[in-house]
């Protein structure tokens, strides 16, 4: 049943690529996008984390990496002679995502968007007795113009809380 879903999806997919090509601009720029999360207390002990993603000249791009992750949202038991429970769950994108649309201006490029860091660092198990996860989470909306080809800082991050450094750097090149 999975494989007649998947078959008709795709044939579907197949189907509106030709109407998809129509709407494009013809010779509209494509971009090679990089964006350079660099992490770290010290020079010598930061970690690079570089993500490429090809973005086409005022169209949306967005990049998703990581994966859902549940948590509860709400708990019931029914009393009256069942002790039939019934939890929901809502699941969280934890990870890295990546939104941008991009506008050439001149020789260089106007870049909007944002970016999206977040991990769980543990769980809470309040008095209810359900585990919750704790996220870390970095957010950062983007409106910058950065010159083609040259590394652009667009954050830079001290949390005084947690010691924390972050880093955020995007290189954009013109891919055709």
């Given at each position: ?14 189907a ?65 002679g ?49 585990r ?45």
């Amino acid at each position: 049943m999975l494989a007649r879903h998947v078959l008709l999806a795709a044939v579907a997919w197949t189907a509106l690529l030709p109407l998809h090509a129509q709407n494009l601009k013809e010779g509209s720029p494509i971009y090679k996008v990089e964006i350079n999360f660099r992490d770290g207390n010290e020079a010598g002990a930061t970690t690079d984390r570089r993500y490429t993603l090809l973005a086409m000249e005022s169209r949306r791009t967005v990049f998703k990496a990581g994966s859902k992750n549940p948590a509860v949202t709400e708990t019931t038991q029914q009393q009256a002679g069942n002790a039939v429970a019934s939890t929901q769950f809502t699941y969280l994108d934890v990870g890295v995502n990546i939104d941008c649309l991009l506008q050439a201006v001149g020789a260089k490029v106007a870049m909007q968007g944002s970016l999206d860091l977040s991990n769980i660092t543990g769980e809470t198990t309040p008095v209810t007795g359900v585990r919750n996860p704790v996220i870390r989470q970095t957010k950062l909306s983007v409106d910058a113009v950065v010159e083609l080809g040259k590394p652009t800082v667009l954050a830079s991050i001290d949390d005084p809380l947690t010691s924390r450094k972050l880093q955020v750097e995007a290189t954009i090149t013109k891919a055709n």
